[in-house]
């Protein structure tokens, strides 16, 4: 492990700096979650859920929700979905109109309420239309433009590598690759040649992503590939201060421990609140919405449930409080992991 890993990317006049970058997950990388991970530290570079580009050239008020971010969560990518290249240029030119620093193209979702209508990673199995939705938005904004991909849609064609080559010659700054099919989910192991193959194929920055929980991972991955950043979905759930552990340990050789359980309580805490305070929905939702960070963040002793049982059962933000605060109250206010949470302040 060396620091030369974390060398800072730059789109534009934009510095990604640690090149650790949260991936775009729905219904988790929302305005609380990712202003919890850029606090914590250690992230280069937050995503939006991704949003419908429909939605926003519609003006759906629930979609214009989802693209709200603040200025402390700054650079952040706004992921955008479609299978119609006007629509998905019209909604780029919105976003950026509203502030977005950076665009990217959702090609590898795989749920099939997208890919049935074309759109997400279906866009992978027609080379030839996933260029003209990169070309129609590089036309209509003057900011970078990035897509986040699979392998392919399916193992007996995996696209990447043709679609990576035509995304650069339409103008993409960035490609990041989930080194797996859509056809797979989640489902299997990441297969991170294909990453390399990318990379050795286009001079644009290639970000990995696929199976990397831990320092040890993501310097494998560097090592293997050659990409230019790592990207971590699923293992910053319930896990947000994985960035500054995975920084650390490259920039030092040293692991550095994370949160204890208070602190974890106190992370918590905070989140529920922010949540809370910015709900897109009432309280009750909100509290309902907590339920799948809460599963996840590791807050009950070895062997113990108690506490998670009891939270997944809270019906407001004050049940919450009631089970967090003692925990939280243990906590040193000045250490570490607690010092940059940031003042509850809304977005921009």
Not at 15 to 41: E, K, Q, S, V
Not at 236 to 241: F, I, T, V
């Amino acid at each position: 492990m060396t620091a030369s890993m974390l060398q800072p990317l730059t789109l534009g006049g934009i510095t990604i700096d640690p090149p650790l970058i949260l991936a775009p997950m729905a219904g988790y990388t929302d305005y609380p979650f990712r202003t919890i991970i850029r606090a914590l530290g250690g992230c280069g570079l937050v995503y939006t859920e991704l949003i419908s580009s429909d939605g926003i050239t519609r003006h759906n008020r629930r979609t214009l929700d989802i693209a709200a971010w603040g200025r402390e969560e700054r650079p952040i990518a706004v992921q955008l979905y479609g299978s119609d290249p006007a629509v998905i240029a019209a909604a780029a030119q919105q976003v950026v109109a509203r502030g977005a620093e950076i665009v990217d193209i959702n090609m590898g979702c795989w749920v099939p309420k997208l890919a049935q209508k074309g759109a997400g990673a279906a866009l992978l199995r027609d080379v030839r239309l996933a260029a003209r939705v990169v070309d129609a938005v590089v036309k209509a904004v003057d900011v970078p433009v990035t897509v986040k991909v699979r392998s392919g849609w399916e193992e007996e064609r995996p696209t990447a590598l043709e679609f990576a080559r035509a995304a650069e010659e339409a103008g993409a700054k960035l490609i990041a690759v989930h080194a797996r099919y859509a056809r797979q989910g989640f489902s299997g192991r990441a297969d991170w040649d294909i990453i390399r193959r990318v990379k050795e194929a286009v001079r644009i920055p290639v970000i990995g992503n696929g199976d990397v929980t831990s320092a040890a991972d993501a310097a494998r991955m560097f090592a293997h590939t050659g990409c230019d950043g790592v990207m971590i979905g699923r293992a910053a759930r319930g896990n947000p201060w994985i960035f500054r552990q995975i920084a650390h340990e490259l920039s030092t050789g040293e692991p550095l421990p994370g949160p204890n359980p208070a602190e974890r309580a106190a992370i918590a805490l905070h989140h529920a609140r922010l949540a809370v305070t910015f709900a897109r929905h009432s309280e009750a939702v909100t509290v309902l919405e907590l339920r799948k960070h809460f599963s996840r963040y590791r807050l009950d002793a070895p062997g113990a449930a108690e506490l998670r049982r009891d939270l997944l059962r809270c019906e407001s933000l004050a049940g919450i409080e009631a089970l967090l605060s003692p925990l939280a109250a243990e906590a040193d206010p000045a250490s570490a992991w607690l010092a940059t949470l940031p003042a509850i302040a809304a977005p921009a």
